[in-house]
C-alpha cells in the first residue's frame, strides 16, 4: 500500500518528474539511494573513527568524499 501511494504522489507532482515511474522503478531508485548513502556513512565514521585532530564536521565530511 504503501509504494502505492508513493507511486502516485509521485507521478502526479508534474512539476519535478522527467517520466512517470511505476513503483517497482520507485523501489529500486531508492534502494540505490539508500546504497549510496549506507557507503557515505561507512566513510564518514570510518574518517570519525581516525579522530583527526581538530577537524570540523565540514572537514570530516570532505574527508569521507574525498576532498582532502
Same mark, same amino acid.
Given at each position: %500500500?504503501?509504494?502505492?501511494?508513493? #507511486?502516485?504522489? *509521485?507521478?502526479?507532482?508534474?512539476?519535478?518528474?522527467? #517520466?512517470?515511474?511505476?513503483?517497482? +522503478?520507485? @523501489?529500486?531508485? %531508492? @534502494?540505490? /539511494?539508500?546504497? =549510496?548513502?549506507?557507503?557515505?556513512?561507512?566513510?564518514?565514521?570510518?574518517?570519525?573513527?581516525?579522530?583527526?585532530?581538530? =577537524? +570540523? #564536521? =565540514?572537514? /570530516?565530511?570532505? *574527508? =569521507?568524499?574525498?576532498?582532502?
Amino acid at each position: %500500500m504503501f509504494w502505492t501511494r508513493v #507511486e502516485t504522489d *509521485y507521478n502526479n507532482k508534474p512539476s519535478f518528474i522527467t #517520466e512517470l515511474r511505476n513503483k517497482r +522503478s520507485l @523501489q529500486c531508485r %531508492m @534502494q540505490t /539511494i539508500l546504497t =549510496a548513502i549506507g557507503k557515505m556513512r561507512g566513510c564518514i565514521r570510518h574518517i570519525e573513527s581516525l579522530k583527526p585532530s581538530g =577537524a +570540523s #564536521e =565540514a572537514d /570530516i565530511k570532505r *574527508y =569521507a568524499e574525498g576532498n582532502t
